[in-house]
């Protein structure tokens, strides 16, 4: 876990402005089950106090200096391992619902949602097959498992969904039922964690019966979940692994691990096997493509697991506090070393979110760094693109305007790889001198250009939002400036993302395509927000070939895109830093806001075509 420290020697609330502005953090570093008392408690003699607990291990714990939470971020991010950086269609729209695995039908089903998309121009690069492509006659789910009745090619399954430009990932778990055709085998392999009293097999209740949790500090087990891994999903043609349910839940303490040949109770390491649970299903992936990067989900995360998966809020309701206070977890995970996250869409559980809901959590959605619409709905309802088709337009543009972005968007996330950078941040990592920011929770940043302001209450129409001091702030939708350091009024409708820029800024786009590969990606459009006083600011753009591990080997390309403004004249100069990869497009389309007139100057590397358009 880590902390941050509020800058003072006295318990941070809202109405408390820090008065040392020294930033720090704590990264406790113990796997044991822990507590954290933040300040709510208080004692009659001594007032309001902090504590962490630990249930066993050793309280062993780090100072991370800042001053700026920057630095923390960074130093931290530098102690736990840079995140990966995932292939480039993983910013796309990725497709999952637990109705289609679940369906008797399934195959069907899930060709159905491949011509949904089609039919409704819907983008899409991935999709999730959920815990039900491998249920049971008995409806049970087991993991490395076919269920061919409702499945019954799965490598026709396959192809279709690559045909449509498509990638897949599949649901694994790390508890085998005791019913499961591979238990036995497991058992006298000795691959399950045992029990503290009888040194058996330990039996957990897990989702549909009893069943045993793999242990993964046994080599014997690591070696058999690649295996499996291997020959019953990435040989059929899938993608990526989900590795989901793998907290942990075995409720015995002093359960027994082999601990790589030390053996040890399990409440020392818990954590340990989903972080195992996950390393074990990349090396799969990168020995079955070790030309391609890995891409993997896991549902439990420890500080490590951002070196090779990206992960999720788990089961959220459908509600509008939860679309509110999703935002908050998020940008917690940001400040922690694990900048590629997500949440579920529209909600996972619950009933289906009414038409205005589901728009306002993709509006909010395509600016997190994993964007998935999923659903277990209760009513019956699935979460897709189209279940609203009185909205489907504005569905439609919102996840056009995520894909047009992803230049920017990948930017961030190569920065995140090499630095730690957060892709999604709050204000106050930002403008950490900015006291208004330090208690911002809804409202943040994405890379460092863009600010969101997301509407999550229903039925709004004037929508307030504070714009930090230290900037002029462009209005995205019509190109108005404003001065930082005040609260502003602005009309919403549906179709509105309140959305505000850095005066001086540019944001890279790429032109509107159903898949990030479905066309040579031939042009960058660049829309400049030009300040309307003296300022220049520079906007990187890194660029690689999306998909190989080459970039590891230099072969990536940096553009600085410098923006001179003044009152009288503009001025865009792109020039190279680092020039390792050979960029697919050799044409800028200049996009400024209606109603510049300023003449703007260009100074373009040779061999580069640069268009305006206003």
Same mark, same amino acid.
């Given at each position: 876990?880590?902390?941050f420290?509020d800058?003072s020697?006295?318990?941070?609330?809202?109405?408390?402005?820090?008065?040392?502005?020294?930033?720090?953090?704590?990264?406790?570093?113990?796997?044991?089950?822990?507590?954290?008392?933040?300040?709510?408690?208080?004692d009659?003699?001594?007032?309001?106090?902090?504590?962490?607990?630990a249930?066993?291990?050793?309280?062993?714990?780090?100072?991370?200096y800042g001053?700026?939470?920057?630095?923390?971020?960074?130093?931290?991010?530098?102690?736990?391992?840079?995140?990966?950086l995932p292939?480039?269609w993983?910013?796309?729209?990725?497709?999952?619902?637990?109705?289609?695995?679940?369906?008797?039908?399934?195959?069907?089903?899930l060709?159905?949602?491949i011509?949904?998309?089609e039919?409704?121009?819907?983008p899409?690069?991935?999709?999730?097959?959920?815990?039900?492509?491998g249920s049971?006659?008995?409806?049970?789910?087991?993991?490395?498992?076919?269920?061919?009745?409702?499945?019954p090619?799965?490598?026709?399954?396959?192809?279709?969904f690559?045909?449509?430009?498509?990638?897949?990932?599949?649901?694994?778990?790390?508890?085998?039922?005791?019913?499961?055709p591979?238990?036995?085998?497991?058992?006298?392999l000795?691959?399950?964690?045992?029990?503290?009293?009888?040194?058996?097999?330990?039996l957990?209740y897990?989702?549909?019966?009893?069943?045993?949790?793999?242990?993964?500090?046994?080599?014997?087990a690591y070696?058999?979940?690649?295996?499996?891994?291997k020959s019953?999903?990435?040989?059929?043609?899938?993608?990526g692994?989900?590795?989901?349910?793998?907290?942990?839940?075995?409720?015995?303490?002093?359960?027994?691990?082999?601990?790589?040949?030390?053996?040890l109770?399990?409440?020392?390491?818990?954590?340990?096997?989903?972080?195992?649970m996950?390393?074990?299903?990349?090396?799969?992936?990168?020995?079955?493509?070790?030309?391609?990067?890995?891409?993997?989900?896991?549902?439990?995360?420890?500080?490590?697991?951002?070196r090779?998966a990206?992960?999720?809020s788990?089961?959220?309701d459908?509600?509008?506090?939860?679309?509110?206070f999703n935002?908050?977890?998020?940008?917690g995970l940001?400040?922690s070393?694990?900048?590629?996250?997500?949440?579920?869409?529209?909600?996972f559980?619950?009933?289906g979110?009414?038409?205005?809901?589901?728009?306002?959590?993709?509006?909010?959605?395509?600016?997190?760094?994993?964007?998935?619409?999923h659903?277990w709905?209760?009513?019956?309802?699935?979460?897709?693109?189209?279940?609203?088709?009185?909205?489907i337009?504005?569905?439609?543009?919102?996840?056009?305007?995520r894909?047009?972005?992803?230049?920017?968007?990948?930017?961030?996330?190569?920065?995140?790889?090499?630095?730690?950078?957060?892709?999604?941040?709050?204000?106050?990592?930002?403008?950490?001198?900015?006291?208004?920011?330090?208690?911002e929770?809804?409202n943040?940043?994405?890379?460092?250009?863009l600010? @969101? #302001?997301?509407?999550v209450? +229903?039925?709004e129409? /004037?929508h307030r939002?504070? !714009? %930090?001091?230290?900037n002029?702030?462009? =209005?995205?939708?019509?190109g108005s400036?404003?001065?930082?350091?005040?609260?502003?009024e602005?009309? @919403? #409708?549906?179709?509105?993302? +309140?959305?505000?820029? /850095?005066?001086?800024?540019? !944001? %890279?786009?790429?032109?509107?395509?159903? =898949?990030?590969?479905?066309?040579p990606?031939?042009?960058?459009?660049?829309?400049?927000?030009?300040?309307?006083?003296?300022?220049h600011?520079?906007?990187?753009l890194?660029?690689?070939?999306g998909?190989?591990?080459?970039?590891?080997?230099?072969e990536?390309?940096?553009?600085?895109?410098t923006l001179?403004?003044?009152?009288?004249e503009l001025?865009?100069?792109?020039?190279?830093?680092?020039?390792?990869?050979?960029l697919?497009?050799?044409?800028?389309?200049?996009?400024?806001p209606?109603?510049?007139?300023r003449?703007?100057?260009?100074?373009?590397?040779e061999?580069?075509?640069v268009s305006?358009q206003?």
């Amino acid at each position: 876990e880590i902390l941050f420290g509020d800058w003072s020697s006295d318990v941070c609330s809202s109405d408390l402005i820090p008065n040392l502005k020294i930033a720090y953090g704590l990264f406790y570093d113990n796997l044991s089950s822990a507590i954290f008392d933040m300040g709510l408690e208080k004692d009659n003699y001594y007032g309001q106090y902090r504590y962490y607990q630990a249930d066993a291990g050793d309280l062993d714990y780090y100072l991370i200096y800042g001053p700026e939470i920057i630095s923390v971020v960074e130093k931290f991010s530098k102690l736990i391992g840079r995140p990966a950086l995932p292939p480039r269609w993983s910013l796309g729209y990725l497709g999952s619902s637990m109705l289609y695995t679940d369906a008797e039908n399934a195959q069907q089903a899930l060709n159905e949602f491949i011509f949904k998309c089609e039919e409704n121009q819907i983008p899409c690069d991935m999709f999730h097959l959920s815990s039900g492509y491998g249920s049971g006659k008995d409806g049970k789910r087991y993991v490395f498992t076919w269920n061919n009745e409702k499945i019954p090619d799965p490598t026709k399954m396959v192809e279709r969904f690559h045909n449509a430009g498509i990638n897949l990932m599949a649901n694994i778990k790390p508890c085998l039922l005791e019913t499961h055709p591979l238990y036995e085998e497991a058992s006298k392999l000795g691959l399950f964690i045992r029990d503290s009293v009888d040194d058996k097999p330990r039996l957990d209740y897990f989702w549909d019966g009893y069943g045993s949790h793999l242990d993964f500090t046994n080599p014997t087990a690591y070696d058999w979940w690649q295996q499996n891994v291997k020959s019953f999903l990435l040989d059929y043609g899938i993608d990526g692994t989900w590795n989901d349910n793998n907290e942990y839940p075995v409720w015995d303490d002093e359960a027994k691990c082999n601990g790589f040949g030390r053996e040890l109770p399990l409440k020392y390491i818990r954590p340990l096997h989903p972080y195992l649970m996950v390393r074990s299903s990349l090396e799969a992936q990168l020995k079955h493509k070790p030309d391609e990067r890995p891409f993997l989900l896991s549902r439990s995360a420890s500080p490590g697991t951002q070196r090779y998966a990206q992960t999720w809020s788990g089961d959220n309701d459908t509600s509008w506090n939860t679309l509110q206070f999703n935002i908050p977890m998020g940008l917690g995970l940001s400040l922690s070393g694990f900048p590629n996250f997500g949440h579920d869409i529209g909600g996972f559980t619950g009933p289906g979110p009414s038409a205005e809901l589901f728009v306002r959590w993709v509006q909010n959605g395509i600016f997190h760094p994993r964007f998935t619409i999923h659903s277990w709905n209760n009513d019956g309802t699935v979460n897709t693109p189209w279940m609203h088709p009185e909205v489907i337009s504005i569905i439609r543009e919102t996840i056009n305007f995520r894909y047009r972005l992803i230049p920017y968007l990948y930017t961030q996330f190569f920065e995140a790889a090499r630095s730690g950078t957060p892709i999604m941040r709050p204000l106050v990592y930002q403008f950490p001198h900015d006291e208004k920011c330090i208690t911002e929770s809804f409202n943040f940043m994405v890379g460092p250009n863009l600010l @969101v #302001s997301s509407v999550v209450d +229903p039925g709004e129409k /004037i929508h307030r939002v504070y !714009l %930090p001091k230290g900037n002029r702030w462009v =209005n995205f939708s019509n190109g108005s400036i404003e001065e930082g350091g005040q609260t502003i009024e602005i009309p @919403v #409708s549906l179709e509105n993302i +309140p959305l505000f820029v /850095i005066a001086g800024s540019i !944001l %890279p786009m790429k032109k509107k395509m159903r =898949n990030v590969r479905e066309q040579p990606d031939d042009i960058r459009y660049l829309y400049l927000f030009p300040d309307s006083n003296e300022s220049h600011r520079t906007t990187l753009l890194v660029e690689d070939d999306g998909i190989s591990m080459n970039y590891k080997n230099g072969e990536f390309t940096e553009l600085f895109l410098t923006l001179h403004s003044s009152r009288h004249e503009l001025a865009l100069e792109i020039s190279f830093g680092h020039n390792g990869y050979k960029l697919p497009y050799d044409l800028f389309e200049i996009i400024l806001p209606s109603g510049e007139m300023r003449p703007l100057k260009i100074n373009a590397p040779e061999g580069f075509t640069v268009s305006i358009q206003k």
